[in-house]
């Protein structure tokens, strides 16, 4: 029975509240939810046996303890006989405690038997599930910045978390103790077949409709528990973004809308599980209900032989109990199946991110990075985001070694895909980058990382101390360097007046502290790296501007011999580069130094004379001059 | 009980007392009685046709066995008319258990989901009104992990518990009633023991509890962990931090592993324990009841029927091991949950609320600080007795060095946060006299780190609109007239001619022509998708659209080239015409317009006046400005 029925569950379905048909739209719903469903069963458990492999025999023994469990638990009934033909009924009293011993021996055996079962189980599960866990964390390590950019972290963490969690039951002891049902099933219809087979195939005919009806059932079932996975993972992505984001909720006063867009999705899930509900109480009352209907049917048909002598009674009666025998474990089956349907639903989301290969590559057998210094070289270089947008289109420019090079152009203009691309965040369309005339995709991408340090335009911080922070969790770096770091950006006055001072626990993404203050740290954790180039985008955008200056002045002192590419806007941090490369639509439009554009009287010039005229227009009735067009 | 504090949940040991647990767990019940109690109906209706089942059997194989074993001619044709009725009774009574069953099954689930449904929007309630501190010091994974997968803990409880429950109870009720018709002294003697044996597990499941728990904060580390991690991919990446991210998640995965080892082995412990209990009864059936045969105040045939039912009663009790385990993770998660319902608001509506007065004539949004003090830890003032007064309609800008706490200021006027000392008054009213949703109705405010969500451009800037537009508690009514004020528009403008007017004033025009998507084009999420002066626009355009009465720019342009710049101050002269502004920023060059100047340091108002005043004061400002003219221009 292969899957291949797909759901598309797009996100944006249509619900019915005006809010939706007048075009409002929840919190995370632009991103639509992948093609499910391209996983047979059989794969499924083979991935998933893959994990369980290595703690076999853990599960062999598991079980091999299933029966040895019910074994001891059926000595029982056995001593219970033999205390009644031998002791009650003769009215014999010496030896009975003997029994009595027994029994109570294989109860402690039993409760014994029962601990380690149970407790091996969750065992090797768990440890499977400990490997599965850290296989997807160290995948989703390694896919590209742009799969991030696309799939909002709480669609990804329900992956991680939830739907994993999802499969503990499923690993732990679903697995095992349906083996072992499957086992008892078999060996009961060998029993049968052996006892009688003709009334065994009679007393088996509803088997067949059973399986067929369970086939249909699963259909439903599983459709069901997709959309609720689906759901799921929509309900907590829009969960995930308004915790994030709450503060930006309150301020626009969204709050009823945005938890009536929850409530929404809310429901759609808790439908969704309804509809799973309906049929998976079905299936189980089913074949609870099967059991007996063949215990009545047997008795129908069975009766009339018996009364006609074709089988004897004993026959008769053995199969009736062999029959409750039976489905007894498939009732058990059956209970585990909806469990087994719902972990099917989880791994098939897991095994697809596990699938997603959304990854930058680094070479198989990569060349050694260059002799230092660098010089870097983007040559014709194109570039989009998506299919459409062209950002980049035929890019060119050289960074000589130990040159300061300045990077400008309006918003959105490309800068900071020239950075991206530079560490390969993005792999460029088409062109090249060359550092000292090597193609940079022939390098490992951990060592071409690290020959950068970049102050990325929005500075994220960990949760931690502010040292952890700088040092980026490596003890070896020694305190004076992290000190002599902060106070070239001047941080070293702010850190040590927080409490704690280097010690001051950080917030979530540093919230803790002013946007300025954040973006000095930033800055002196790419310092402490002392890394061949230096690359900050608009690093200093939020720190006022006489610290600003102070920090450019210690840098261009200290990193006389290093390269270094800065976007900005304000003019003072551009003026004394070396080199202003001007870009617009994609392209390089000029460069050369503050003074040789100056005189070439262009964009970057009109740029300077706007700033400069606001500034000379002190208190003047109107200080504005007509904004220019930048796009001409 | 609790005290507004904005300590984060978990932060120290959380109780929550039995009784406010019991209290919030009926709450939830409450609402579905009626489905549990018609549940359990159903549960009873199915147990007795089952019941019953093995009855009709063993009277049908009882006739046979007389009919087949005798001698003599039977009118077989008679007894076999009546097993038949008996097997069609039997199958009858499938049917009917069935039926049943579904039904059961169906109710007793659907309100476990009904009740999950409620739980998830009573957490979004109630996180939507928990204030900026709260979720500054509460990791955003922690309560990720609350609202996800506690919650779906919480619904176990509800429902699974409870069939299991009636199933013990019915079939405790059955077998006990006919276990005292058949011998009361053995059914005592069996009881006996129980009440020792509980004791006993009632520690096992104090551990089972606690263990519980710590498995729960465990996972909430994993998920912070990840959290993080993911929304730092970009810096973990570019500075090769993959490795060591690993290593750290490995660690955090394999405590979580013990822990869920050490629950493993509780867990087991109390499955073996229960067994114990639940076979119990047959020893002791075993014990005394021989006795009782031997001495023959029992006879045998009594003896086998009692020590069936003892039997039967074990797999219900050992299932009752299984539903013990689901009710502790059930309420340790439920006690997780609660833990941040519990957590009172830190910024609460006055209970005799104000209002502020209507926009009466031309200016409104008179903004004053009286004498306040504020610090986000205690201790660190973060603002010291700052006093000023923004005219209404006037424009106020707001510098000072990083960290001298020129967004704070700002923060307070929407009520973020409150002031530890001194009073903010808005058109007179104290702010914390005013609804805080009014208040922030009338605010259009542009945080210094642009945050979007992960919806079109369009939808976006329509953020603040949707909440006029579909929030029937907000009195605001959605604002029709043209952002620039236009004294000689009559009538009302659409939403969509509002936001193209927007995308103009805000510069973004080019970029949204550039997007071949335009407005619908998808962000990521916090709108990593777009560039961040694009990012810092669509905040602009989205605040400008709720046709605020105070507009907050909190260095709303740092990310915008100084052209870009120009053209959306030019822009915002004629839109700050009429309300309040306040443009806090690091530009000065953009200062000279500007009605009133507040210079900040280290938290206190050091001068303040216009742009001249200021300069021929010679103070802080003016060297200020000097020092950045003078860079500016040492090219020239
Ligand atoms: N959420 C917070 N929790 C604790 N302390 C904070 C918080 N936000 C800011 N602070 C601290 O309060 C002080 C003032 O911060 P604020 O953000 O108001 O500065 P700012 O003037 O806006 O700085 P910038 O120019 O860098 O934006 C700083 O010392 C900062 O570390
Ligand atoms: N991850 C992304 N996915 C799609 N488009 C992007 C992404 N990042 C940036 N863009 C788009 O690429 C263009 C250039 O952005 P960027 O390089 O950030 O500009 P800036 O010069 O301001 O740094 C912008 O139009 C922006 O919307
Ligand atoms: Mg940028
Ligand atoms: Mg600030």
Redesign the interface.
Known sequence: MSDTDSTTESDASNGST??KD?G????????QERKLGKFADTALVRRLWKYMRPYRWLFVVCLLLLPAVSAVSLV??W??QI??DD???P???DG?WF??VV??GT??G???L???Q??LM??AG??A??DL??DI??H???LA?SF???T???R???R???DT?NLEEALSSGLVTMAGDLLTVFAIVVILMVVNWQLALASFIVVPFLIGFTAVLRYFLRKAYRTVRTKIAR???H??????????????????????E??DI??E??DA??RA??W???L???I??A???T???I??YG??Q??E?IVT?GV??AF?EYMQKFFKPIRNLAEKYNLLQNAMASSERIFELLDTDEIIESPADPEPLPQRPYRIEFRDVHFS??D??TVLDGLNFEIEPCERVAL?????AG??TVINLL?R?YDIDDGQILINGRDIRNFDI?QL??Q???V???V?L??GTILENLT??DDSVPFDRVREAAEMVYADE?IN???GGYEFEL???G???????KQ?LAFA?ALI?DPEVLVLD?AT???????E?LIQKAIERLLAHQTSLVVA????TI?SADRILVLDDGQLVEQGS??EL?ELGGHYA??VQ???A??A????ED??IE??D??D | MATPSDKPPGSEEFALPPDVRRRRLWQYFRPYLKWFLAGSVFLVLTNLATLSIPQYLGDAVQLLRETVGAPGDFDTSAVRSEVITASIIIIALAIGAAVARIFSRITIFNAGRYIEFDVRNALYDHLAKLSPAFYGATPTGDLTSRTTNDVTYVRLLYALPFLHIVNTLVAYSIALTRMVGVDWRLTLACILPYPFLLFGLRRVMYALFTQTKVVQAKLSDLSTHIQENLSGIDVVKSYVLEQRECEHYGEENETYFQENLKLAKIRALMNALIILIASTGTLVVLIVGSRFVIDGSMNLGEFVEFNGYIVALVPPTIALGWVFAIYHRGIAAFDRVSELLEHEPQLQDPDDPGSLPEPSGQHVGEIVFDDVSFSYDGDDAALKDVSLTIPAGSTAAIVGKTGSGKSTLVRLIARMYDPDEGEIRIDGVPVDRIPLRDLRCEIGFVPQEPFLFSMTVGQNMRFGLDSLAYDSTLDKALPDEPLLGDESFEGALTQRDRIQEAIDIAALRGDIDGFREGLETLVGERGVTLSGGQKQRVTIARALLVNPRILILDDALASVDTHTERRILHQLDTIMQGRTSIMLTHRFNALTEVDKIFVLDDGRIVEQGTHGELIEQNGVYAQMYQRQKLREQYDQ
């Open positions: 005006d809010r007048k409002g739209a929840a919190i995370g719903s632009g991103f029982q009934p001593m219970l205390a009644i002791y009650l009924i009215g014999e009293f009975l029994i009595m029994y109570a109860v402690v039993h409760a014994f029962t601990y380690w149970q407790y969750k065992y768990n440890l599930l400990r866990r850290q964390f160290d989703v390590q390694q910045s991030f950019k696309k909002p972290v709480g990804l963490m329900t991680m978390t939830t969690e309900l907590y992505a969960l995930q973004e308004s915790i994030t984001g709450m503060d930006v909720i309150q301020l626009f006063v969204r709050e009823k809308v945005s938890r009536d929850y409530s809310n429901a899930y808790r599980n309804i509900i309906r998976d109480a079905i189980y009352a089913v609870e209900a059991g007996s209907i215990i009545g049917a008795l129908w009766s009339g018996a009364l002598g009674l008769l009666v009736i985001y998506t459409d947008e400008v152009g309006h918003t959105g800068k900071s560490t965040l951990h990382r690290s950068f340090a970049v990325l335009q929005d994220f960990f949760r980026l969790g702010l007046s927080l409490p917030a979530e993404r919230s803790n502290l002013s946007s300025g203050e000095l954790r790296l608009e955008a939020n720190v006022d501007t006489d610290t200056a806007h304000r003019l003072s003026q503050h003074d100056m009109r740029l706007l700033q400069y606001t500034t227009s002190t208190g003047g200080g504005f904004p220019l930048h796009d």
